[in-house]
């Protein structure tokens, strides 16, 4: 479901006496349930773009696991010191980089310990090899709940800064089209493109959200949910906010959730870890506006909202 999300990096598998037993011993433990990527204590560093609500989730999920040795580092005065940590970093030491910035100030370093790219918004190519975690939702996990919770729309709008979602959109776009929808995209380069590039999407069954800092800021919020009312063209949004704002649903991480995972993934990722299936990632948290579908009349019933997290009337 979520191919293209990470790319998992795995040893060979050991031959030869014990050391096949030992490793068909391990697997079978995993199979059981009985073994996890973490048998042991874990030195993990946490390099975070800033400080936020969202991030500081992440943290809170990273340390949830007792067995990890957590250390949390902002980039900012003392990126020097910090560069050195992460570049001299031991074995049995992971790197979590939380955001953007902080990954592609990871990416720039000599770093050989096992990193995963965590909760990466916007673009991903111009970052490192390590796996990335965006903050996007998939497009395939989205499409799922358009079909059960939006079942006859056709024509899907995305609004999006190209310096920030290019590429992104583009390959959203081809992943929509793929499942029968027609896109429609229109590029924000700043709050006064916002009008006309509503003006274009009159005609669309559903505006799709994407995490852009500039189409989904506090200063265009108003003039999207005015929109999505005017035209009665429901919003896919970001956040369990926009759904008590008016929006029509949305799905978003829990960010605690998504910190772990980051975390066992790059356990996954050390020579220690053998074998071991990767982690599972967490699905998002769906939230949904019953008032906002009424309007819209549409009809929701139980088999549609089972799997919902938060109902708003």
């Given amino acids: 479901m979520f191919a293209g999300l990470a790319t998992f990096r795995r040893n060979p598998m050991m031959r030869g006496g014990i050391s096949s037993l030992r490793n068909h011993a391990s697997m079978m433990l995993v199979l059981l349930g009985l073994a996890t990527p973490l048998a042991h204590a874990q030195r993990v560093i946490v390099v975070r773009s800033a400080d936020s609500p969202a991030n500081a989730r992440a943290i809170a999920g990273i340390r949830s696991d007792s067995r990890r040795i957590v250390e949390s580092r902002i980039l900012g005065a003392e990126d020097g010191a910090l560069a050195a940590m992460l570049a001299n ?3 049995g030491t992971a790197i979590v980089a939380l955001g953007t910035q902080a990954a592609r100030f990871v990416a720039r370093l000599p770093v050989a310990a096992p990193t995963v790219d965590c909760m990466v918004q916007g673009d991903l190519d111009t970052l490192s090899a390590a796996p990335v975690v965006p903050l996007a939702v998939p497009v395939d996990v989205q499409i799922k709940w358009m ?13 999006f800064d190209p310096a920030q979602n290019a590429r992104t959109v583009a390959e959203t776009s081809r992943q929509l089209t793929a499942a029968g ?8 380069t ?20 994407l995490p852009d800092t500039t189409v989904y800021s506090p200063e265009l919020a108003k003039g999207l949910l005015l929109f999505t009312y005017r035209t009665d063209t429901p919003m896919i949004a970001l956040s369990d906010g926009w759904v008590r704002a008016g929006a029509l649903y949305s799905l978003e991480w829990d960010y605690a959730e998504l910190g772990n995972y980051c975390a066992e993934l790059a356990a996954h990722l050390m020579p220690a870890a053998g074998s071991t299936a990767p982690p599972l990632m967490p699905p998002p948290h769906v939230s949904v506006n019953r008032r906002a579908a009424a309007q819209l009349r549409l009809k929701w019933d139980a088999a ?3 799997g919902v997290d938060h109902v708003h009337d």
């Avoid at 709050?191 to 959200?209: Q, T």
């Fill in 181 to 188: 929808y027609t896109v429609m995209a229109e590029q924000v």
């Fill in 190 to 209: 700043s709050p006064s493109a916002l009008p006309p590039a509503l003006a274009k999407l009159a005609d669309a069954n559903a505006l799709l959200a």
């Fill in 89 to 91: 970093a031991t074995p």
């Fill in 304 to 306: 549609s909202l089972a």
């Fill in 147 to 159: 079909k059960r919770l939006l079942p006859a729309i056709r024509k899907v709008a995305i609004l």
